[in-house]
């Protein structure tokens, strides 16, 4: 009977909403019967979250956010781990609502409060994790850093590890996005330990690998990001978590900065990777394309044609600039590889740049060593000098002098002491 209800309720959502809702509440709000109280408990869990499927599904923002507040007479009755679970699932459903990321900002406040005054703990401290998330997405990062801070130092004191690796994620992507690329490793380094320790369900290993990858990419180590990033692949791809894209395209553009281009069809044709073909991964072989040709003009090009799937992207976006330096670098050398003087108005004309952002690069260039020579300004030209051999005697002999007059001088000052 009380199954049948619920079965009832739902086969009217898609023709009177409105009367399936006003089932759904009935359900809910009904006193529990002396007999079959269990049975009756279940069926108003059954309808809360047919419920919430409900509005979320009809985007119901507002709605959404009023039925946490409704619920709470309800939440009063029952055991505090099913209120945890009821508040969760409602968050997360209103989440994947477009447009509701201000209701959810002051919905998760109003739960973290209402937590504080009822003295729930376990459930205060996984909505503070979503607020910080939020607070994250949404570039608030003073306020995202101070909760982080107060949940580690809380949860570490409690031992509750599951939600201390969630949270040393949360502080990894933090600082990554903070660019503080050494206290993220730091985070991540305390979360694989964590990890160590419990069981880690695959979602949440994916995301373990794919920000060790993330992170050894910043640090221009692409060969250990590439093996991350295909760990994060194959994991996501096993449970179709749409991760898995991502990881495809960040394994291929560490194929692409470490000139392995030629890798990149190869991994492409891979039986699973297959499944992800689409406008983002033709993005990738695009770039690839372009940075074999080695030719700035198609790389901008690339650039502009694609720039929802490549320079939106952060992750992306942070290894850009310098893949476009390196192959203007590469063009350039390989323009004035055959002369000993060069105008830089012919290097502007080959690569189709600006002459001011020619003569600013090759300056770089030679600042950095990357090219031998000088900047003639009044002839505007770049004059290439030989490159010399360093005489490993002579280098040996400078390191003897050295030394040497460090020896002496150590002598006379114990002599004037001596005095």
């Given at each position: 009977?009380?199954?049948?209800?619920?079965?009832?309720?739902?086969?009217?959502?898609?023709?009177?909403?409105?009367?399936?809702?006003?089932l759904?509440?009935?359900?809910?709000?009904?006193?529990?019967?002396?007999?079959?109280?269990?049975?009756?408990?279940?069926?108003?869990?059954?309808?809360?979250?047919?419920?919430?499927?409900?509005?979320?599904?009809?985007?119901?923002?507002?709605?959404?956010?009023?039925?946490?507040?409704?619920?709470r007479?309800?939440?009063?009755?029952?055991?505090?781990?099913?209120?945890?679970?009821?508040?969760?699932?409602?968050?997360?459903?209103?989440?994947?609502?477009?447009?509701?990321?201000?209701?959810?900002?002051?919905?998760?406040?109003?739960?973290?409060?209402?937590?504080?005054?009822?003295?729930r703990?376990?459930?205060?401290?996984r909505?503070?994790?979503?607020?910080?998330?939020?607070?994250?997405?949404?570039?608030?990062?003073?306020?995202?850093?101070?909760?982080?801070?107060?949940?580690?130092?809380?949860?570490?004191?409690?031992?509750?590890?599951?939600?201390?690796?969630?949270?040393?994620?949360?502080?990894?992507?933090?600082?990554?996005?903070?660019?503080?690329?050494?206290?993220?490793r730091?985070?991540?380094?305390?979360?694989?330990?964590?990890?160590?320790?419990?069981?880690?369900?695959?979602?949440?290993?994916?995301?373990?690998?794919?920000?060790?990858?993330?992170?050894?990419?910043?640090?221009?180590?692409?060969?250990?990001?590439?093996?991350?990033?295909?760990?994060?692949?194959?994991?996501?791809?096993?449970?179709?978590?749409?991760?898995?894209?991502?990881?495809?395209?960040?394994?291929?553009?560490?194929?692409v900065?470490?000139?392995?281009?030629?890798?990149?069809?190869?991994?492409?044709?891979?039986?699973?990777?297959?499944?992800?073909?689409?406008r983002?991964?033709?993005?990738?072989?695009?770039?690839?394309?372009?940075?074999?040709?080695?030719?700035?003009?198609?790389?901008?090009?690339?650039?502009?044609?694609?720039?929802?799937?490549?320079?939106?992207d952060?992750?992306?976006?942070?290894?850009?600039?310098?893949?476009?330096?390196?192959?203007?670098?590469?063009?350039?050398?390989?323009?004035?590889?055959?002369?000993?003087?060069?105008?830089?108005?012919?290097?502007?004309?080959?690569?189709?740049?600006?002459?001011?952002?020619?003569?600013a690069?090759?300056?770089?260039?030679?600042?950095?060593?990357?090219?031998?020579?000088?900047?003639?300004?009044?002839?505007?030209?770049?004059?290439?000098?030989?490159?010399?051999?360093?005489?490993?005697l002579?280098?040996?002999?400078n390191?003897?002098?050295?030394?040497?007059?460090?020896?002496?001088?150590?002598?006379?000052?114990?002599?004037?002491?001596?005095?």
């Open positions: 009977m009380d199954s049948d209800r619920v079965a009832e309720a739902k086969a009217l959502e898609a023709a009177h909403e409105y009367e399936a809702e006003a759904y509440r009935s359900i809910i709000t009904e006193p529990l019967p002396e007999n079959g109280a269990e049975i009756a408990q279940k069926e108003k869990e059954s309808a809360i979250v047919a419920l919430i499927e409900l509005l979320g599904r009809r985007n119901r923002i507002a709605d959404l956010a009023e039925l946490a507040r409704w619920l007479p309800y939440f009063d009755a029952v055991p505090k781990a099913k209120t945890a679970k009821i508040v969760r699932t409602l968050i997360e459903t209103l989440s994947r609502c477009p447009g509701s990321g201000e209701v959810l900002l002051a919905l998760c406040h109003e739960v973290v409060q209402w937590c504080r005054d009822e003295k703990t376990f459930l205060r401290q909505v503070e994790t979503r607020l910080a998330s939020l607070y994250l997405e949404r570039k608030q990062y003073p306020e995202a850093l101070a909760l982080i801070t107060s949940l580690l130092h809380e949860v570490r004191r409690m031992d509750d590890r599951g939600l201390l690796l969630e949270v040393q994620l949360l502080e990894t992507r933090l600082h990554h996005a903070l660019r503080n690329i050494s206290k993220a730091a985070a991540l380094t305390g979360a694989r330990a964590t990890a160590n320790a419990i069981y880690v369900p695959p979602a949440l290993q994916g995301e373990i690998d794919l920000w060790a990858g993330i992170i050894y990419a910043e640090e221009r180590d692409y060969k250990t990001a590439f093996s991350y990033f295909y760990e994060s692949f194959e994991v996501f791809a096993s449970i179709d978590d749409s991760r898995a894209l991502d990881s495809l395209k960040y394994l291929l553009l560490c194929k900065m470490t000139q392995q281009t030629g890798e990149i069809a190869a991994l492409l044709q891979g039986r699973v990777a297959l499944r992800y073909q689409g983002e991964l033709d993005a990738m072989r695009e770039l690839a394309a372009a940075c074999e040709k080695r030719s700035v003009q198609d790389l901008e090009q690339v650039l502009r044609t694609n720039q929802q799937f490549l320079t939106e952060p992750i992306i976006r942070n290894h850009l600039d310098e893949l476009y330096q390196k192959l203007l670098e590469r063009n350039i050398l390989r323009i004035i590889e055959p002369y000993h003087r060069v105008d830089l108005a012919h290097i502007a004309r080959k690569l189709a740049m600006p002459l001011p952002q020619i003569e690069k090759c300056s770089q260039m030679i600042l950095d060593g990357k090219l031998n020579g000088i900047i003639d300004q009044g002839a505007g030209c770049l004059i290439v000098h030989e490159s010399t051999q360093t005489d490993a002579c280098q040996d002999a390191r003897l002098i050295k030394n040497l007059d460090e020896a002496v001088s150590n002598l006379f000052m114990l002599a004037a002491r001596l005095r």
